[in-house]
């Protein structure tokens, strides 16, 4: 795609209409061009317009599950610059940020503006891939760890649950296979049994029916584990039968 | 013609918001609880329209509202209102819910997308009848035919612009242009600044 294509998109842009692949290529070149980005913005602007006049009383019981949910749900902590995050010297900073307005200028030349962008789905991305690289390292020095034992059991419908627990890294894996997906709008949970009480160990990912995830929290003495169904985004103890119980090897 | 419109909104309300952003940003949950009496009517709309079913419409909206609370510290007021903010995610949310269950369908999604061509008109009407923002009507109104439905189908409907050349059997270039065209027809119409 050419760069005077690509600046055509701003409006597909504002509007959420881009395949993923057109997306990131217009941020790429967004990056490198401010009227681009300043025409972006102000779209996004307008396109929130057109959804502000939408408005939708909803349910009262909806404020009372939010405001419940998001008593646990960590914060994110503020996104800092790069740039000032870990300043090693000063020269080198000012050096980097004199050569970054270069740039900036050579590309609002003539035409003026400021890069804005509210939601840096690249760096959102990133961040995403970072943070599921670290847990596939965890999860597999669970699985290497000298003192990991196993168990697997037959679950419903001929799906195949191994459960790998290490002692010494208090930490546990499940490994599902041939998992039936998930009833629309639902979820997989797993749980830690601590002798007859349920603690939230995460959720599978809805799109997948083999997967290897680490639990999350420490095992902290559980004597097994389990899964159910739950609504999407998980629920704070089971609302159902389980669909897997698998006791962890002694 | 261009037409500066008077934005509607209270201009009072908006440094409210980024106040209340702030404390949320801090872990208030009392202030994240008149941030969610603010945006949850324009969140659940949105989000309603684009996916139309009433359970996944709660569910999404109530994902959208979960993550302004986890990500409050992220927002920027330098960037854009607090509105603007939260509705660009809320809608971009309720696109993603589309995309990924169309994704899973994909051999229906071209029979699924020519079905519902006969809508478009029905959701202009619905909007232009639940407006409580006479100028976004007003505006939507200097659009040429093309632009307005375009823009309609790519964001009440969330269909991507290669959809909508498809609906409306266009050009893809025609149709990236009306998209562009008809928002800044809109931005300007509205007096939009971000």
Known sequence: MTTVDLHTLTGAYALHALSDEEREAFERHAADCAACAQEAAELSA?????????????????????????GSVRQEAPRTDPATRTPRSGAR?????????????????????????QHDRAQDAQEQAR????????????????????RTAKLADGAIGTVVVSESRDEAVFIASGMQRPPGGKVYQLWFDDRGTMRSAGLMDPGRTTEAVLM????????????????????????????AVVEFPA | MK???????????????????????????????SLYDAVSGPVLGIVRRVLRDQAQSEEVAQEVLVEVWRTAARYRS??????????????????????????????????????????????????????????????MRTLTELQRQSVTLAYYRGLTYREVAELLALPLGTVKTRLRDGLIRLRDCLGVTA
Request: proline content about 5%; glycine content about 8%.
């Open chain 2, 78 to 139: 330098d960037r854009g209102t607090v509105i603007n903010w939260v509705l660009t995610l809320a809608h971009q949310r309720a696109v993603d819910r589309v995309r990924s269950v169309e994704a899973s369908t994909a051999r229906e999604h071209r029979a699924a997308l020519l079905e519902r061509t006969p809508e478009y008109d029905e959701v202009i009407e619905q909007v232009e009848a639940r407006l409580e923002r006479e100028q976004v009507r007003r505006c």
């Open chain 1, 131 to 150: 943070r599921a690289e670290q847990r596939t390292d965890e999860l597999a020095s669970v699985l290497a760890a000298p003192d990991a034992r196993s």
């Open chain 2, 3 to 33: 037409e500066a419109v008077d934005i509607g909104r209270n201009p009072s309300a908006e440094p409210d918001l980024q106040d209340l952003m702030g404390s949320v940003a801090r872990g208030d949950q009392q202030a994240f609880a």
């Open chain 1, 93 to 117: 900073t000012r050096r980097l940020s004199r050569w970054a307005l270069a740039a900036c200028l050579a590309a609002a030349a003539g035409l003026g503006g400021t890069a804005v962008w």
């Open chain 1, 216 to 243: 999350d929290g420490p095992v902290d003495g559980a004597t097994g584990m389990g899964v159910t169904v739950e609504p999407a985004g998980g629920s704070a103890e089971p609302t159902s039968d389980p669909v």
């Open chain 1, 46 to 70: 307008t396109a929130a317009r057109l959804g502000l006049a939408v408005h939708e009383a909803p349910r009262p019981a909806l404020k009372v599950e939010v405001m419940n949910r998001i």
